[in-house]
């Protein structure tokens, strides 16, 4: 089976300081990759220049086998790409359903993304009660379902998750990996997160990337990094 | 008490203009965090070309649509060829470029129009209907408060009910998650310049005829009065600006009513420094004043 | 919010880097500085005709203006489009101070240096009342409240014009060159002296000022206020001195304008000039007073170039005079444009760039 996402020799940066020093991925389609690692080590860059929103000074990116070069941020959610970037972005002047909508408005078919909206609703309760509330009155963890809600109306293949943990009780986090798990296996859904946490990152993924000062220093299938303890402690450090 | 009434009615009227002048000032405030100090001047020159189309047609009509296709597409260019351009980094810049842009726009007129007052004509008669003996509303002021409660309106239901409105208000606030989900930032930026900038021309065209015709400078203090008024209203609020202009259009009519037409410059002057000291957020925002 | 770190790039100039070994206090170089210019102008205005000693003595006078604007937009990061208002404000002053004087008979020369003083003092008193408003806004507010102060202020002259004589405006009796200099001693040449010397007064204090603890002061509130803060300096005080010091060098150049052309009226201090400066010490390098001094070359210079230019072309005299009116302006703003978008440092950052580089090729040259 050909890789949904692949990145070679990728680099990039803010202006003149380098951040990631060629970075090689793949991830097979209908799975979850968890990109683990320290603080710096570029996790959320990785996934800034996935998404198009950092113009890599080197290497490329491939969607399906397709370069991404040239393909301006905005078209990519058309090519099934959404990203729930650092901090969420849940636009809090905005209300839930606005901020749904949002995430529906690239389709051309207004029907389908009305029944988008719906199957979002259903599967995240409490913004249906709540859609008429603005975005900064909402607690982390609707956010959270706003969110992650919004990147799923765009009916994507590929979700870039940028730590969606961070903040949440532990309660919400294992409700989310949860659902994640279920997405993928119910809808094929492709999951490249970042995560901190890297325990239950690890406990839902396929496979585990750790990036270490820029670099990929290790990818591996998640349970050979879960249960190899001689691996964990040189990479992982516990 | 009968003056009172006229003065009243004519002031609502006066600041049904700025309202939404104020409004457009507002409107690229929110979008791109400018002040677009240039919409007097582009206003002006959308009315010159209505005075072109009108000379040309016999049709005050087509000149007012004329001006507003023009202030629609001046807004565009001076983004697109403009302010796109200009390092945002300090909040100076743009206020710099757009008064360059004043200058030319200024000077271009001047080139072609000569800096003379050209009568402005109007569609419906200046003169006041008396009701009961009362002289209340002219026709023409009917035609301004129609026009700005159209345009009022209408940019309420882009904004709130069309998703091209939600594109633009979700580019305004958050403009890098916006782009993620597929929304064209840029262009709901020159969309709302456009937008502005036709607002600016429309008001532009409703209040040319009633101050001393038009003249490269004629919206050099209805800039400033709508500007007080959109800081009245804080800078950030589309309802404020209307209650603002209104305001702003009351207190001058006073002004100009009991004290003399003289003191106008001298009143805007005091309740924008009044304002800007008092209540610098405007008076719908939290005091957030620094203390000297 | 540090205001023009992007219009006015921090760049350490020579002048303020501290430098080792000096020897000669900054107060003593400066009016050395000055004392070599005043010379080189008195020998110029020897070899000029009376109309060319007229414009130097305009540039001169826009010069005190400019170079006030420079020290509060460029150093102090805060905007004023009001300073057009500011010098209508000094003019006026020497007006009617001369005229007083004239009435009560008193026209010895002297006098003028008492008008100008008043004038100064007028427009620091205006000054502090805006700047103490000022100090208090940022951006876009403080744009528009200096907008406002010039586009009201002229109108107040029509406003009270009991007093300010509407559009006609005053004339400013000056009292003629002293006999001592001869019969036939060109008036205009007498004029540029007596502006030279006030404007290098103004600028030797300038250029103190800017070297001194309050430079400093106004320089870190520009590059970042919360830091300034910290720093222990008081922000807001800070802002209203750049402000006050600014005020009464714009009002010196209105003052001197005024008596330049012995007579003041609205329509010269309109909302236009108050953008030519503001165009000119941008267009001449915002942050060090040196650029000040192209801009004001610039505001004399550019209308007198296009003068030239239309006279070029033969065209109808109301074309002409359209033209004439109109194409500074033009020029002024599309060369601001394009400054801002090309080259924020403007003429003197050009100028530094261009000499930066050649500095570092001629010792590459050498090694």
Same mark, same amino acid.
């Given at each position: 089976?050909?890789?949904?996402?692949?990145?070679?020799?990728?680099?990039?940066?803010?202006?003149?300081?380098?951040?990631?020093?060629?970075?090689?991925?793949?991830?097979?389609?209908?799975?979850?990759?968890?990109?683990?690692?320290?603080?710096?080590?570029?996790?959320?860059?990785?996934?800034?220049?996935?998404?198009?929103?950092?113009?890599?000074?080197?290497?490329?990116?491939?969607?399906?086998?397709?370069?991404?070069?040239?393909?301006?941020?905005?078209?990519?959610?058309?090519?099934?790409?959404?990203?729930?970037?650092?901090?969420?972005?849940?636009?809090?002047?905005? #209300?839930?359903?606005?901020?749904?909508?949002?995430?529906?408005?690239?389709?051309?078919?207004?029907?389908?993304?009305?029944?988008?909206?719906?199957?979002?609703?259903?599967?995240?309760?409490?913004?249906?009660?709540?859609?008429?509330?603005?975005?900064?009155?909402?607690?982390?963890?609707?956010?959270?379902?706003?969110?992650?809600?919004?990147?799923?109306?765009?009916?994507?293949?590929?979700?870039?998750?940028?730590?969606?943990?961070?903040?949440?009780?532990?309660?919400?986090?294992?409700?989310?990996?949860?659902?994640?798990?279920?997405?993928?296996?119910? #809808?094929?859904?492709?999951?490249?997160?970042?995560?901190?946490?890297?325990?239950?990152?690890?406990?839902?993924?396929?496979?585990?990337?750790?990036?270490?000062?820029?670099?990929?220093?290790?990818?591996?299938?998640?349970?050979?990094?879960?249960?190899?303890?001689?691996?964990?402690?040189?990479?992982?450090?516990? | 008490?009968?003056?009172?009434?006229?003065?009243?009615?004519?002031?609502?009227?006066?600041?049904?203009?700025?309202?939404?002048?104020?409004?457009?000032?507002?409107?690229?405030?929110?979008?791109?965090?400018?002040?677009?100090? &240039?919409?007097?001047?582009?206003?002006?020159?959308?009315?010159?070309?209505?005075?072109?189309?009108?000379?040309?047609?016999?049709?005050?009509?087509?000149?007012?649509?004329?001006?507003?296709?023009?202030?629609?597409?001046?807004?565009?260019?001076?983004?697109?060829?403009?302010?796109?351009?200009?390092?945002?980094?300090?909040?100076?810049? =743009?206020?710099?470029?757009?008064?360059?842009?004043?200058?030319?726009?200024?000077?271009?007129?001047?080139?072609?129009?000569?800096?003379?007052?050209?009568?402005?004509?109007?569609?419906?008669?200046?003169?006041?209907?008396?009701?009961?003996?009362?002289?209340?509303?002219?026709?023409?002021?009917?035609?301004?408060?129609?026009?700005?409660?159209?345009?009022?309106?209408?940019?309420?239901?882009?904004?709130?009910?069309?998703?091209?409105?939600?594109?633009?208000? &979700?580019?305004?606030?958050?403009?890098?998650?916006?782009?993620?989900?597929?929304?064209?930032?840029?262009?709901?930026?020159?969309?709302?310049?456009?937008?502005?900038?036709?607002?600016?021309?429309?008001?532009?065209?409703?209040?040319? =005829?009633?101050?001393?015709?038009?003249?490269?400078?004629?919206?050099?203090?209805?800039?400033?009065?709508?500007?007080?008024?959109?800081?009245?209203?804080?800078?950030?609020?589309?309802?404020?600006?209307?209650?603002?202009?209104?305001?702003?259009?009351?207190?001058?009519?006073?002004?100009?009513?009991?004290?003399?037409?003289?003191?106008?410059?001298?009143?805007?002057?005091?309740?924008?420094? &009044?304002?800007?000291?008092?209540? =610098?957020?405007?008076?719908?925002?939290?005091?957030?004043?620094?203390?000297? | 919010?540090?205001?023009?770190?992007?219009?006015?790039?921090?760049?350490?100039?020579?002048?303020?880097?501290?430098?080792?070994?000096?020897?000669?206090?900054?107060?003593?170089?400066?009016?050395?500085?000055?004392?070599?210019?005043?010379?080189?102008?008195?020998?110029?205005?020897?070899?000029?005709?009376?109309?060319?000693?007229?414009?130097?003595?305009?540039?001169?006078?826009?010069?005190?203006?400019?170079?006030?604007?420079?020290?509060?937009?460029?150093?102090?990061?805060?905007?004023?489009?009001?300073?057009?208002?500011?010098?209508?404000?000094?003019?006026?002053?020497?007006?009617?101070?001369?005229?007083?004087?004239?009435?009560?008979?008193?026209?010895?020369?002297?006098?003028?240096?008492?008008?100008?003083?008043?004038?100064?003092?007028?427009?620091?008193?205006?000054?502090?009342?805006?700047?103490?408003?000022?100090?208090?806004?940022?951006?876009?507010?403080?744009?528009?409240?200096?907008?406002?102060?010039?586009?009201?202020?002229?109108?107040?002259?029509?406003?009270?014009?009991?007093?300010?004589?509407?559009?006609?405006?005053?004339?400013?009796?000056?009292?003629?060159?002293?006999?001592?200099?001869?019969?036939?001693?060109?008036?205009?040449?007498?004029?540029?002296?007596?502006?030279?010397?006030?404007?290098?007064?103004?600028?030797?204090?300038?250029?103190?000022?800017?070297?001194?603890?309050?430079?400093?002061?106004?320089?870190?509130?520009?590059?970042?206020?919360?830091?300034?803060?910290?720093?222990?300096?008081?922000?807001?005080?800070?802002?209203?001195?750049?402000?006050?010091?600014?005020?009464?060098?714009?009002?010196?150049?209105?003052?001197?304008?005024?008596?330049?052309?012995?007579?003041?009226?609205?329509?010269?201090?309109?909302?236009?000039?108050?953008?030519?400066?503001?165009?000119?010490?941008?267009?001449?390098?915002?942050?060090?007073?040196?650029?000040?001094?192209?801009?004001?070359?610039?505001?004399?210079?550019?209308?007198?170039?296009?003068?030239?230019?239309?006279?070029?072309?033969?065209?109808?005299?109301?074309?002409?005079?359209?033209?004439?009116?109109?194409?500074?302006?033009?020029?002024?703003?599309?060369?601001?444009?394009?400054?801002?978008?090309?080259?924020?440092?403007?003429?003197?950052?050009?100028?530094?760039?261009?000499?930066?580089?050649?500095?570092?090729?001629?010792?590459?040259?050498?090694?």
């Amino acid at each position: 089976m050909s890789d949904l996402l692949t990145a070679e020799a990728l680099a990039a940066g803010y202006g003149p300081v380098p951040v990631l020093h060629g970075v090689d991925l793949t991830v097979a389609p209908g799975t979850i990759a968890a990109v683990i690692g320290a603080n710096g080590a570029g996790k959320t860059t990785l996934l800034r220049t996935l998404s198009g929103m950092l113009r890599p000074t080197a290497g490329r990116i491939l969607l399906d086998g397709r370069d991404l070069r040239g393909t301006p941020v905005e078209q990519l959610v058309r090519r099934g790409v959404a990203h729930v970037p650092e901090g969420r972005g849940v636009i809090g002047e905005l #209300t839930v359903e606005e901020n749904l909508r949002l995430g529906a408005l690239w389709r051309r078919d207004r029907a389908d993304g009305v029944r988008a909206l719906d199957e979002v609703y259903q599967l995240f309760e409490p913004l249906a009660r709540r859609r008429r509330h603005l975005g900064h009155q909402l607690s982390g963890g609707e956010r959270q379902m706003l969110a992650l809600g919004r990147a799923l109306v765009s009916r994507p293949r590929l979700l870039l998750l940028d730590e969606p943990s961070l903040g949440l009780a532990p309660r919400v986090v294992a409700q989310t990996m949860a659902l994640l798990r279920q997405l993928r296996d119910d #809808t094929g859904l492709t999951v490249l997160l970042v995560e901190q946490n890297v325990r239950s990152a690890l406990a839902v993924a396929d496979q585990g990337i750790v990036m270490s000062l820029g670099r990929v220093a290790l990818a591996a299938p998640a349970d050979r990094l879960r249960d190899d303890a001689d691996l964990r402690h040189a990479y992982l450090g516990f | 008490m009968d003056r009172f009434l006229f003065l009243t009615l004519d002031g609502l009227s006066r600041g049904a203009v700025y309202a939404a002048f104020a409004l457009a000032l507002v409107l690229i405030w929110r979008a791109g965090r400018i002040v677009n100090f &240039a919409q007097g001047a582009m206003a002006v020159a959308a009315a010159y070309v209505a005075y072109s189309v009108t000379a040309a047609t016999g049709s005050y009509w087509l000149g007012f649509v004329a001006a507003l296709v023009a202030g629609l597409l001046l807004g565009a260019v001076v983004d697109v060829a403009v302010m796109r351009l200009v390092d945002h980094r300090s909040p100076l810049n =743009p206020v710099i470029v757009a008064l360059g842009l004043v200058l030319l726009i200024h000077a271009v007129l001047g080139m072609v129009y000569g800096n003379e007052y050209l009568p402005a004509q109007t569609p419906f008669s200046r003169t006041a209907l008396t009701v009961g003996g009362l002289a209340v509303l002219s026709p023409y002021d009917l035609f301004v408060f129609a026009t700005v409660g159209v345009v009022g309106a209408a940019l309420v239901w882009i904004f709130t009910r069309t998703a091209i409105g939600l594109r633009m208000r &979700a580019a305004a606030f958050a403009p890098e998650v916006s782009r993620l989900l597929g929304v064209n930032v840029s262009g709901m930026l020159t969309l709302g310049w456009a937008l502005a900038s036709g607002v600016g021309a429309l008001a532009g065209m409703l209040v040319i =005829p009633t101050e001393l015709g038009l003249h490269p400078h004629a919206m050099d203090l209805v800039f400033v009065s709508a500007f007080t008024a959109a800081v009245v209203g804080g800078l950030d609020s589309p309802p404020g600006a209307v209650v603002g202009g209104l305001g702003v259009g009351l207190l001058l009519s006073y002004v100009s009513g009991y004290a003399g037409g003289d003191l106008i410059p001298l009143a805007v002057l005091a309740l924008l420094l &009044a304002v800007l000291l008092l209540r =610098p957020g405007g008076l719908f925002a939290p005091v957030t004043a620094r203390r000297v | 919010m540090s205001a023009t770190r992007a219009a006015a790039p921090a760049r350490r100039t020579a002048a303020e880097s501290p430098r080792t070994g000096r020897t000669v206090p900054t107060l003593l170089r400066h009016l050395a500085v000055a004392a070599v210019a005043g010379v080189v102008v008195l020998a110029i205005s020897y070899q000029l005709d009376s109309f060319r000693n007229f414009q130097l003595a305009t540039v001169a006078a826009y010069l005190c203006a400019t170079a006030g604007l420079t020290v509060l937009t460029g150093l102090c990061g805060q905007l004023s489009l009001g300073h057009g208002a500011l010098m209508a404000t000094g003019a006026y002053t020497v007006a009617l101070c001369q005229n007083a004087f004239a009435d009560r008979g008193v026209t010895a020369g002297g006098v003028l240096v008492l008008s100008l003083a008043t004038a100064v003092l007028a427009t620091v008193a205006v000054g502090a009342v805006v700047g103490v408003a000022a100090a208090r806004l940022r951006g876009p507010y403080l744009a528009g409240l200096t907008l406002a102060v010039a586009v009201v202020v002229p109108a107040l002259t029509v406003t009270f014009d009991g007093v300010f004589n509407g559009e006609q405006g005053l004339a400013v009796p000056v009292a003629p060159a002293p006999a001592a200099l001869g019969f036939y001693f060109p008036y205009e040449r007498w004029q540029l002296w007596v502006v030279t010397a006030a404007t290098l007064l103004c600028l030797v204090l300038l250029a103190n000022l800017v070297r001194s603890r309050y430079g400093r002061a106004f320089r870190a509130v520009r590059d970042d206020e919360v830091a300034a803060r910290l720093a222990g300096i008081h922000v807001a005080r800070t802002q209203v001195i750049a402000f006050v010091v600014s005020a009464g060098s714009a009002g010196l150049g209105g003052a001197l304008l005024a008596m330049l052309a012995q007579s003041v009226s609205p329509g010269a201090f309109g909302l236009t000039l108050s953008l030519f400066l503001l165009m000119a010490v941008v267009i001449g390098g915002l942050g060090r007073l040196a650029g000040a001094v192209w801009g004001a070359v610039l505001l004399v210079a550019l209308p007198d170039l296009t003068h030239t230019l239309t006279d070029l072309f033969t065209l109808s005299p109301a074309a002409a005079q359209r033209l004439e009116g109109n194409l500074p302006l033009a020029i002024f703003g599309g060369t601001l444009i394009v400054v801002m978008i090309a080259a924020p440092g403007g003429v003197q950052g050009l100028l530094s760039r261009l000499a930066g580089s050649l500095r570092v090729r001629w010792r590459r040259r050498r090694s």
